[in-house]
């Protein structure tokens, strides 16, 4: 009897695990076909084709140089867990090293096609910018979550232990660590340079083709925004389901529970990904009005239809009210957080405008009014993944904590789709300028860049909270493997890990922002000379040299990327084998602390800035090339590394620390 009755508890597992394979297959799949059905759209404009060449090959390059560096150290690590842990360990963490560069190779391609394409649908119509623009958002979306619940899914299959999976979780933190911050410093390098010299000093316009490091802030939209971003989310997304499904091993007696529970992470990832799938067919029928509101049709329908989904879910394998609950907390907590940054960012309200307005003053008051707002955005966001974790906790113990992360990224599929549409409408106003496509389309395409701004400044907000609330659930997670049931704040080798990890944001910050500091110089030297050297250009008839700062920013992003990547990776080792364990929780929960709240201040900062900017280009206090512009530059100049480096790379920072403590864990 007991023979039959694992018999039927190994075809339930074979099964419900081909499930989630099938439904990440499917997401895969239609990511392709509408990457190859945007490709297959005809391009008019020779002009225009030629410079979406140019980005495309540009940030491919950049993308090969930089998997070329990082397959050294893969390779390196690879063979030291091997050494010390085992090859499980290893595979997995090769397997996730191997997949997050892999979706945003494949994201990269799609975003750099569809740039050019949204820009001719804009010829025609807004709708048929928007539509291009969103369909390639999607597929950068579902590629990420297909293959992300892929690999877990299969190294459950292959493993069949949530603790070798982690591994996988780590290869993927390590790529979206130097994959955000590369390509952060590649994208705010040009564009800090284009800005000072081109708009300031120059007189030009934002993409004007006389500039030089024009291309090179398009290439950066790209890598910074489209590979950076699709990798930061995929490993939020794996380690969020990963540390669920960990937790959930250990809970429980009975088959149904225990089993059950770690089941339920990859099922609720699944429905994620059927109602991002539905979400994007409600944009499509419903996409008549204000891009705006077009995209937010399919954020709430894909929400309110996984709220739904993940009833049924959970009450097959768990049956238990109070994880539905948690789960609907998690859920709608990042809707929250997107809401709050973009009452704070949107060049629409009150926050940005007063940093606007504050800009008639000087850059200085500008820099002033935009920091002050950062910081005090930072209240609800606290309070919002506050009450996450008071309830999930209080409804669920740590399990709930863990459930609700999943909740957070559930619908990422289609939340990445509108934050992705961000840098591919950018690149289309861009293109639009620089062809010279005619005034109708460039107003379409600054007008859905101006859509994407807001959707990019949301995404980041969203992009934080998630990484908040999985940073806490892996530190849970590390706390239940080495038994520590509490933290001593009264041990002083506890006290140094907390400062020591309360510090290492603003450490890891100052890398980024210094490396963005010290491109940026040389981008500015480098548009200066042409501007002085290279006969013709502002009457247009010489042409710039692009390819020069393109390797300016390429170079600069290579190089500057080593050492914050190797803080984070070090920190956590040197803290866990130098002091112990509790003092590595120290570290942890003092990171998870400032990180998340500088993180929310340099985003919201940022995005304050460059809408405010925004909204004086629209024409207000003056409009483009006044005194006020001007000085709103300047203040832009300071946010785009805030909201484009630094602040999304802390979001990475926190995690991989976390998921390395708890990679190194069975050696302490």
């Not at 804009?122 to 958002?137: I, Q, R, T, Y």
């Not at 770690?262 to 429905?271: E, T």
């Not at 238990?320 to 997107?338: E, K, N, P, T």
């Not at 609330?469 to 001593?488: K, P, R």
Request: with cysteine; aromatic share 10%; hydrophobic share 55%.
């Amino acid at each position: 009897m007991q023979n039959q009755a694992n018999l039927v508890n190994l075809k339930f597992n074979f099964m419900l695990i081909l499930f989630p394979i099938i439904i990440a297959v499917a997401a895969i799949i239609f990511s392709l076909i509408l990457g190859w059905r945007i490709k297959k759209q005809p391009v008019e404009s020779v002009r225009a084709k030629e410079i979406s060449d140019i980005i495309h090959n540009g940030a491919i390059a950049f993308l090969n140089k930089e998997y070329k560096i990082l397959i050294i150290f893969i390779i390196i690590i690879a063979l030291l867990l091997f050494v010390f842990l085992g090859w499980p360990i290893a595979v997995s963490f090769f397997f996730g090293s191997l997949l997050s560069a892999l979706s945003g190779n494949i994201g990269m391609r799609i975003a750099t096609s569809a740039n050019v394409r949204t820009a001719e649908g804009a010829k025609k119509s807004l709708k048929e910018g928007l539509m291009v623009a969103f369909n390639s958002g999607s597929a950068v979306g579902m590629v990420v979550v297909g293959l992300g619940l892929l690999g877990v899914s299969i190294l459950y299959v292959v493993f069949g232990d949530p603790q070798i999976i982690y591994g996988f979780g780590f290869g993927a933190s390590f790529i979206a660590l130097f994959a955000r911050v590369g390509g952060g410093i590649y994208t705010k390098a040009a564009d800090v340079g284009a800005d000072l010299v081109g708009k300031i000093e120059a007189g030009i316009p934002e993409d004007d083709p006389r500039n030089p490091a024009v291309i090179a802030d398009n290439v950066g939209d790209n890598v910074g925004d489209v590979a950076g971003m699709g990798a930061d989310l995929f490993e939020s997304y794996v380690d969020a389901i990963i540390a669920a499904m960990a937790i959930g091993a250990l809970i429980g007696t009975g088959f149904i529970i225990k089993e059950g529970a770690v089941f339920l992470p990859m099922m609720l990832a699944s429905a994620g990904i059927v109602a991002s799938l539905l979400g994007n067919i409600i944009v499509k029928l419903f996409s008549q009005g204000k891009p705006h509101s077009v995209l937010n049709r399919g954020i709430w329908g894909s929400t309110i239809l996984m709220a739904i989904f993940s009833y049924f879910v959970i009450n097959y394998f768990v049956g238990d009210i109070y994880i539905f609950v948690v789960f609907l907390v998690g859920l709608f907590s990042g809707a929250g957080i997107g809401a709050i940054t973009e009452y704070y960012t949107s060049a629409d309200k009150h926050p940005a405008r007063n940093v606007a307005l504050s800009a008639q003053t000087g850059a200085g008051t500008n820099i002033i009014s935009g920091l002050a707002l950062g910081m005090k955005s930072t209240f609800f966001p606290v309070i919002i993944v506050s009450a996450a974790l008071f309830l999930s906790y209080y409804f669920a113990g740590i399990y709930g904590i863990a459930i609700a992360a999943v909740g957070m990224l559930s619908t990422l599929g289609i939340t990445l789709a509108t934050d992705t549409y961000g840098p591919v409408a950018d690149n289309a106003a861009g293109i639009a300028e620089m062809a010279g496509m005619g005034e109708e389309t460039r107003k379409r395409a600054e007008e859905l860049d101006a859509v994407g701004n807001t959707t990019a400044a949301i995404g980041k907000g969203f992009a934080i909270g998630s990484a908040a609330l999985t940073a806490i659930v892996l530190m849970v997670s590390y706390g239940e493997v080495v038994g520590l049931s509490i933290i001593n704040l009264m041990e002083p080798r506890v006290i140094i890990g907390l400062f020591m990890g309360a510090m290492l944001p603003f450490l890891f910050s100052s890398f980024a922002m210094n490396a963005v500091g010290r491109a940026a110089s040389k981008m500015v030297d480098e548009v200066r000379r042409q501007f002085r050297e290279i006969v013709g250009i502002m009457d247009g008839t010489g042409k710039p040299d692009y390819k020069k700062c393109i390797d300016i920013s390429t170079g600069a992003a290579l190089k500057e990327m080593i050492m914050p990547g190797l803080v984070a990776v070090a920190a956590p080792i040197l803290m866990g084998f130098v002091l112990g364990p509790e003092a590595l929780g120290g570290l942890l929960a003092g990171s998870i602390a400032t990180g998340f709240l500088l993180a929310v201040m340099m985003a919201n900062a940022g995005g304050a800035w460059d809408n405010a900017k925004k909204f004086i280009e629209a024409g207000n206090l003056g409009g483009k090339g006044s005194v006020t512009h001007k000085a709103a530059v300047v203040g832009d100049t300071v946010g785009d590394p805030f909201k484009d480096t630094a602040g999304p790379s802390l979001n990475i920072l926190l995690k991989l620390m976390a998921i390395i403590a708890l990679i190194i864990a069975p050696l302490l």
